[in-house]
């Protein structure tokens, strides 16, 4: 009786297992990777993120500087890019208003804890 | 008929009062006059071509004499157009709310020291594209020496300005795609970046004006003065940022010179004027020296400036 169930077992295509593998396989992979992606992917992309905004908030304080009171020479010139940075604007304004210490969020950058 | 040596672009400055606009207008008569379709422009805020020419012209380009055309840009009416164009823009891809939170801001920009200048500027580049279609030369009838020196070094100065802009957007950016490396709709947005497209074509166009107005077979300033101290030193002082910035000048045009025989009454003032004179032959030896007697009549209008025309013909 054991004999015919192990050859049973073994008449069974082998792709079926192969692929019930694979598919085991994959799902760690991904959750793996998503793991990965949340643990040290996620940490280096935030900085990354952050570094652009940054760099982005310091050129709109350059072109629109004159808006928050610091004079620009070209601020003319820099008007036919509003149209496409108009979006960002008055939350950019906000945020530079509200900016009560550099060095804090500076700090707050990284991870002391 | 052979046609006298002229350069596209010519300069007229000097210290306000001096007859810049009579000697650019002038010069743009003589250079039509031989054939050579011009265009005579003003970019002084206080316009007196009008007056020069005894004839009307405005803010749109028009035909006052054969072969002459003449502008007086009106730094308002650039400026107003210029903003219409934003505006237009704004409407198509901004949301209302937000065109209506900025607005203050684009006020406070239209108003800002400089947006004239600026205004003139993109006019004047505007200008400069158009040569050969169909104007062969431009005759610029420039503003007092301060606004102008700084008209013509602005392509200079905003270039480094926008070159540091692009490298800060450009990072901003090659940053951000890095971070949506797993997004590829911000990725294709990021791809045609409108604001690194719009500050490229602004370097563009003042590196255009910039090669333009360094290039001694196309451009030459030329200085008007008096024949008196005041004059010659702020014309030394100009020249030397000129140079300073690569802006070829071609001369020096002393306007009013008192001719022999005036009468008793001017000879005092002659006598003073032959020794400036002197003083300017040295100070600008290495320069053409163009000298404009004082005539008894107040120059306007098309004859009284044809009687100087034939002294401005090989500048």
Redesign the interface.
Known sequence: MDMPQEEKERNQPPEEESEERQTVFETLKEWASGMLFGSFVEIG?QA??K??FD??D??ML???G??LGI?????????????????E??PWERRMQNRKSILAEKAGQYDFG | MTRPAYRAFSFFGGKGGTGKTTCAAARALALAEEGIRTLVVSTDPAHSLADAFDLPIGDEISLISPNLWAIEIDAEVEAQKYMKGIQEKMLHIVSPVIVDEIKRQIEIAYSSPGAEEAAIFDKFIELMEHLGDPYEAIVFDTAPTGHTLRLLTLPEILGAWLDHLLEKRARAVELMSMVAKYDRDVRQKLETDPITDILGKRKEKFEMARSILTDPEKSAFYFVLNAEKLPILETQRAIRLLRKYGIPIGGVLVNRVIPEGAGTFMEQHRLSQQAYLKTIHETFMDLPITEIPFLDTDIRGMSELNKITKLLKNL
């Open positions: 992309t990354i993120r570094e652009a760099i982005n310091n050129l350059l072109l629109f004159d808006f004079p620009n020479p070209i601020s003319y010139y820099t008007l036919e890019l509003l149209p496409y940075m108009a979006e604007l008055v």
